[in-house]
């Protein structure tokens, strides 16, 4: 049957026993640093010579994708009409969207006996493709910056949902857990910063947290506050460019690029509201308009592109051909010769 939402992916999570640690019987006391205790998922996977086992990319996907994304960021396409054409960018973006929801459901239809982290790198592709549904219905109604902020989102469930899929089952596990060990601490915070408010939890299910965040906090003490593992989003970034090839730089342009900007519209940075350098008066500068929206949705396509090989190995056969019928129409491979877009690809986001 095919997997129409993402409920059945969450509960099937939940079933799946974990598995055994990695490391032998839990240390007690207090955790040891980092460097001591635990080295990087790409520097153990690299010791051990791990197999890439469900990372789809291949020399067509790859290229392909990359030539697209250097296409659409050429001088050219951003100065042509048709990047700023809110009914063209919306059509691709929903022909896209379509796609995306179509392979999905049907590639999972016949899998069973998914492992926890197979589970969880399906879970986050959905969430990414949701994302980019909320992205485009944002847009519609010229609710620019929301949309970005949303853009943030579909970068980081791409690279959380790919880098899972290649980690080791220590890695999954931890990204399971993380939840109960960072609610206690988001409640001891709030007890100490604001002891007259109110808290959301009842006394019963603050015990259990209690209980909990001991049993498991040894294996976060190490960690950067905040993570869940011990490779940051720009580590896990640069450890899928090594598993597609070592010129490639796609999950770090990923990161460096359209995450960051997109970061500025989740925090109210002063980017989100136009103020750089402009001199303008703040309450004309938030921008409601159809070219702006356009603009936004370009972004979105972009991203939901690198989805498509990221999650290829859960996608129904048959998605490259139709996803690059798509990205022909799209019409960002007419701005510029090929061959030139070639090798535009291996100097921006290079040659895998």
């Avoid at 460096?256 to 703040?282: F, T």
Wanted: hydrophobic share 40%.
């Amino acid at each position: 049957m095919a997997v129409a939402n993402d409920a059945p992916v969450a509960q099937r999570i939940e079933r799946l026993p974990s598995k055994q640690r990695v490391g032998g019987s839990i240390p007690s006391g207090r955790a040891t640093p980092l460097h001591k205790r635990q080295r990087s998922t790409l520097e153990t996977q690299k010791r051990a010579h791990l197999p890439s086992l469900q990372f789809y990319y291949n020399s067509w996907a790859t290229n392909r994708v990359v030539l697209e994304l250097t296409l659409m960021f050429r001088k050219e396409w951003l100065e042509s009409e048709r990047y700023l054409d809110f009914s063209l960018q919306s059509a691709f973006a929903r022909e896209l969207g379509d796609l995306a929801a179509t392979t999905a459901s049907q590639g999972l239809g016949a899998r069973e006996n998914l492992a926890r982290k197979d589970c969880l790198s399906i879970a986050l592709m959905h969430k990414a493709r949701v994302s980019f549904e909320a992205v485009q219905l944002l847009c519609k109604f010229l609710l620019v910056g929301d949309a970005r902020a949303i853009i943030r989102t579909m970068c980081e469930a791409i690279i959380n949902g790919a880098y899972i899929s290649n980690a080791t089952d220590e890695v999954a596990d931890n990204y399971v857990d993380f939840p109960d060990y960072w609610r206690w601490i988001e409640y001891t915070e709030l007890r100490a910063s604001a002891p007259e408010m109110p808290y959301p939890f009842e006394e019963s299910e603050l015990e259990h947290l209690r209980t909990r965040y001991g049993v498991i906090k040894h294996r976060f003490g190490g960690f950067k506050r905040g993570e869940w593992c011990a490779d940051n989003l720009f580590r896990r970034a640069a450890y899928l460019d090594s598993l597609v090839g070592d010129s490639s730089s796609l999950f770090r342009w990923l990161v460096n690029l359209i995450w960051r900007q997109a970061s500025a519209y989740v925090h109210g940075a002063p980017q989100s509201i136009g103020v750089e350098g402009s001199g303008r008066d703040p309450r004309t500068l938030t921008q409601r308009t159809p070219e702006e929206a356009a603009r936004t949705l370009h972004i979105a396509v972009s991203v939901m592109l690198v989805w498509f090989p990221c999650f290829g190995e859960y996608l129904n056969k048959g998605w490259e051909e139709r996803c690059e019928e798509l990205m022909e129409r799209m019409g960002s491979s007419a701005s510029v010769g090929h061959e030139s877009a070639h090798i535009a690809a291996k100097a921006t986001l290079g040659d895998s």
